[in-house]
Structure formats: C-alpha cells, structure tokens
C-alpha cells in the first residue's frame, strides 16, 4: 500500500492509494448497496424464477415403480421328499439374490417380453412439443380415437402435439442400421412409409410384416394412431445398451439385516412402461429361481436313469451266476453265521452307494474341499473300513459258504441298490414337478400416481434462490472492484477540504433521458443522428436542487477568495465525464445573478462543448485568440444571462498546451481578471492532459470536481499529486451528481443525507 503527500494550505495532508482504508466490512453499507441495487436483484431473480417455472414445466415427470420379495430358506412340503427339497433349496444369501436381480440374465426377460430394444415414438417439436404431448396424450392404450390439438395447426404437420399412438412388435435390422434413427409417416388408410436419411426404405400395411428386397429390415406395426402426414422416430439399440440402461435406472436394497426382505425400485419418465418393466423383471426374477432348482433336481435325475440300466444288469448277472452255483452243488443252504455276515455286507454296500450317489450331486455343485464334501468323504472311509473287517471274517468261513456269499451278496447289494434308485428316481421326479423355489413376491410391482421428480416447487425456488444469490454477489463484487467515493466525509479524512455536495440536477437527468429517447426514435426511423442538446438549468429551473446548491459553493467561495492572488477560479476534475461543463456554467450563471460581472472561460479546446448550454457556437473562440487570428474582444461573446460573458474553446488546434504556454495567453487573463469581477476557466481533467497545470499557475483558486460513485480516492490521490508536483494547490473538493442512497444513508456519517435535508 503506497502512500502520497500532498501540499495543500501550507500543510502535508496524506492521501492512501487504495480504495479501503479500512479492512472492516462495513455491514451497513452492504445492506446499503442491495436496497440501493433492489430492483436489479428483484429483476435477476424474477427471470431466474420465471426460467425455473418453464424449467418444471418443460421437465419430464420421473414416475417409480415398486415391488417387495422375500427370500425364504427352503422347507420340506411333500413327504418322502424332504430330504431332496432342503439339499437343492438350501439358503440364498440376499447379497446374492440382489445381484442376480439385476443380473443381465434377469434383465433379458423385460427386453424380450417388452421389446425395450424397439424404441418408437411420435416425432416432437423440441420441449415445448414433449410438454404438449404429456399434456394431451392418451391415458388409456387401448383407446383409438386421436384428438388432434389446436396447437398442432400452427406448427409442421409432421409433429406430434398429443394423443398420437405407435406400436411396434417386430423391427429387425442388420447390424448396421442398430441404433439408427428411422421415420415412419402415416400416410393414412392404415399404410405407411418407412424412410432413413431422407430415403424411402419401404411402404407396408399395419398388421402385415414388411420387407426389405434384401431382408435386411423386417418390419410389423400394429398400432398407428395419428393424423396423416405425422411422422414417428423408430430405432432398433443394441441389446447390451438396452440391459446397461434398465441397470441403471433398477435399484435393489435390503429391508434391513438378515430380514431377506428386498426392495426393487425402477424409474422412468413412461408410467405404464415402467410399470410393465419392473412387473416383467420380478417375474423375470422369479423364473430364474425355480428354473436354477429345477435344473438342479434335472441333473440328479439324469445321473439316476443312467445308473439304472448298468445296475439292472448287473443284478440279472448276480442272479444267474447264484442260481448255477447252487444247481452245480445241488442247493447249497447259507449258514446263520454266514447269513449274518451277508446282511452287514449288504448294508454297508447299500450305504456306500448311497454315499456315491450323493457324493456325484455335491461334486457337481462343490469342489473337493467344502466341509459337506470332506464329511461324506469321511463316512465313505468308515464303511470301506467296515466292509474289510466283514472281508476278513469271511476268510475263515468254508469255501461253499465263501462262495455262496459272495453270490448272494451281489445279487442282494445289487437288488438294493436297483430298488433305490428307482424309489430315487420317482423322488426326484416328484421334488421337480414341486419345485417352487425360494422366492417369493409379497407385493406385486406398483406404480406411484404422482412422479417422484422433479419436485416443480422445489426447482423454483432453487432457481429463483440462485438468481439472488448471483445478483447479490453481482452488486457487491462490482462494488468491491468500483470504489467509486459516496461519502464526502472519505474526503476530509485524507486533508481535502469538501467546499459543496451537489445533488444530481432532477432537471437535466429529465432533459437528458428526453433527448437520448428522441435519438433512438430517429435512429429507428432512419432520420439523420442529432447532437444532443445541454441545458442550462440555473436558467431553466432555478429552484432546482442542484442550483441551490451551487448557490451554496458561490458562498464559500466569497471567503475562500479572499486571500487568492487573483479573481481566476479553475475548475478541473481527475477524469473525464465528471460534470466540470455542468459546474462551471452553472456557477457562472449564478455569480452573474447575483449581480457580478463574470466571464466564463472554456479551456477545454480539444472536446469543450459549454457553448452548447447558451445556445453559441465554438468558433472564434479561445484558440482562434491565442493563435492571433482574432482579437479578444471578437473572441469574447454576450450570453442571454446578464452580467454574464462567454469565450468558447474555437476551432480544434493542433497544439493546444503550446498556446496555453505562450505569453497571449498570460496577457489575456491579466486583461479579463482587471476586466470582470470573477473569471471562472473550464478546464479538461489533469490526468488526461498536462493543460489545468499550466492553467493552474495563473489562477488564484484551483477547485477539484468528483463525481458520485464515479470518481476514486485513487484518482483523487493521483490528480493532487500531479498538481503537487507542478506546484498548485487545491484549495478543496466538489462533489458532485450526489444521490441520496441507502448504501450512503447506512454508512457511517449519513454526511450527503444530511445536505438534502439542508437545501
């Protein structure tokens, strides 16, 4: 932060580089700037608001659909077959079963039952279009009869506005033409067109399938409902987009832990469709589960009637060889000893084949670690054990008896092991046809009668919110770049004394929105562009507020004059557009009333327009002096205001700070200042031209014109300084086009409020 000194009435005053002086936020004057900026805020928001309203409006409605199923753990129904339904229903875990929910197995049931890869509907006209078409469309599918909207008749023929029906149950393309957009026209008499980039594809009849010549497209419609003429969009998309879209519109969730209640949830713009979507799902869902299990109990079945026929034959064998044994050694009888040990071997060979049985179901569906597998295993391993200490016993037993036994054995194993698996196979049979998996659906799916979103109030107030939220933070950051001064008292505290605050003048900001109103109709009517006109308002309207302060400045300049070298008062400004023209003829009017002989000078000989406010005109003015082609009293004209003489800027030179330097210039202000009683000089401002120091040197009071939230304490500190360093002093401030606004009237000193209330 860089710091400047200036000289002014013989003392060092300091004025800060920055447009804060203070690094508190001053809440008051925040408060200030949104009153003063109300309606730009009210205006921002109400747009906001009003785009928020076309916004819900124009939005489609996302409607949800909802269904809940239980996954139960498997219990035994039938009897008999108890044993079978548990080992093939087993427990599901509900992670899984949410997977396998949205699985794309699952999902395939709604695309092939809905034909969800056919996309077909009415061609419509933007939002605007889809809002209409929501609007008056038919509720009920069934329904034939199309009433054709009043809006359709001021739009393409082609469009739909609602109430307009397709329906599309085949359309097969080739690989290239997926996910290509076609249109179909309804040409009326139940025929239409089918056209792809501008080109007739083919022309068909609805219900009658219509081809291509080379079969690439295939195409049946069932439903056109429409006026003729109006076109539909048909499209076949890829199977793997269709499945990956309904993936992620479906949500699957858990009603809580270890319930294995699931919550399927589907959303789409489409009511029915997504209604019809979820339903196909579940039942999708559903299938699936009985069909897993029933494919389960399939394959033991299949292993069952396999083993049969290989077991009958062997029991065929068994018993013919027993039969000629015993007919080769005339009958011979089983001791009880040995029938015993027969009926342990065929318990234990019966076992161990049930063991197999069940150990070539689990192999099928668990690997060889799995703690059932590793039991059974280790069950098998027992009866093997069994079975050779029984093997061991025989040894000791006659040989009749040894071979007998192990006749009667085969065929008594075999004859078992055939009688299982024919009561196996009718139990598999009968847990197939009772197959009924573990899903069960409580609630069928439902479609809400509202849509979920967009929530219309919400989006409103979100927009119109934001629409404030910008404007406000349009107003304090422009502020925070613009510190332009609003309060006079900013002045005093950097040593500037503020001799008058001028009101912005009611009756030239009038006269000004007239004549630019007047520009703008010329400009559209092709008439030639005008010069705006000025007025002089302490001639037109001397009560006004601006005058009477200026009155107030003639005061202060009376006692501020009175120890001035000379009667020559300039007026310059830090920057352009400030209002110096404004100050200066209208001071100079009013010293003139008051009865002083006054002579107002425009030194601005580069843009000076005062002549404009008396009605002259530039030439023979003050550079056509200075270059000595007229002389002063030529230069010097009578205005309408008495006591009150003019010398105009005259014709542009090329070199107008070399005339002000030259000694014609000195003579002429010695002459005027013996001349009149009060000389005031309008004056282009010092930071854009070298031209007020020069002036400045000849002058015995120097006043410095701000303006209103225009003018900076920056530019002020730079336009003392460079008068500073040229060596004049600024006797004080004037402040000028002051409006009374809230951001000043909160501020801390209320200093321009309290003048208004003064005039």
Known sequence: MTEQKISSNNQKIRVTNSDDSNDEIDIGRQIGLLLDNKWLIICVTSIFAIIGIINALLSPPIYQADALIQIEE???????????????????????????????????????????????????????????FRKYGITDEHTSQYNEPIISAVFDDSYAWGGEQIKVAKFNVSPSYLDKTFEVINEGNNSYTLWYDEKLILSGKLNQVAKTENSNIELLITTLNSKPGTSFLLKRLFREDVMRNIKLALSVNGAGKDTGILIAAYEGTDQQLVLKTLSAITQGFLLQNVQRMSIEVQKSIDYVQNEIPTVKTELDLAEVNLNDYRLQNESVDLSLETQSILEQVVRLDTRLHDLSFKEAELAQRFTKEHPSYVSLAKKKSELIKQKELLTTSVKSL?????????????????????????????????????????????????????????????????????????????????????????????????????????????????????????????????RKKKQVQEILVAKANPSDLAIEAIRSLRTSLHFAMLEAKNNIIMISGASPEVGKSFISANLATVLAQSGQKVLLIDADMRKGYVQKMFGKLWDNGLSDHLIGDIDLNTAIKNTDVENLSLLTRGQIPPNPSELLMGQRFTDLLNTVASEYDLVIIDTPPILAVTDPAIIGHHVGTTLLLTRFNQTSLKEIAAAANRFELNGIDIKGIIFNAVEKKASSYFGEYGYYNYEYKSK
Do not use: C, W
């Not at 009897?79 to 997977?99: I, N, W």
């Not at 919400?458 to 939220?469: C, D, K, N, P, Y």
């Open 74 to 132: 498997k219990s035994g129904g039938l009897p008999g077959v108890a044993d079978l339904e548990k080992m093939f229903g087993g427990e599901h875990d509900p992670e899984t079963e949410m997977a396998i929910l949205t699985s794309r197995r699952v999902v395939s049931y709604a695309v092939d039952q809905l034909n969800l890869d056919i996309i077909a509907t009415p061609k419509l006209k933007g939002s605007l279009g889809a809002y209409y």
């Open 398 to 526: 006659p040989a009749t008896q040894q071979q007998v036994l192990r006749l009667a054995r085969d065929v008594e194993v075999n004859q078992g092991i055939y009688l299982a698996l024919l009561n196996k196979n009718q139990e598999l049979k009968v847990a197939k046809a009772g197959t009924v998996g573990n899903i069960n659906i409580i609630d069928e799916a439902v479609v809400g009668r509202k849509p979920i979103k967009p929530n219309k109030p919400m989006m409103v107030i979100i927009a119109a919110f934001l629409g404030g939220i910008l404007s406000v933070a349009f107003v304090l950051i422009k502020a925070a770049f613009h510190r332009g001064v609003t309060n006079p008292q900013d002045f005093e505290d950097i040593g500037l004394t503020v001799y008058a605050t001028i009101p912005l003048s009611d009756t030239q900001t009038k006269f000004l929105d007239k004549q630019k109103l007047k520009e703008k109709l010329s400009t559209k009517l092709g």
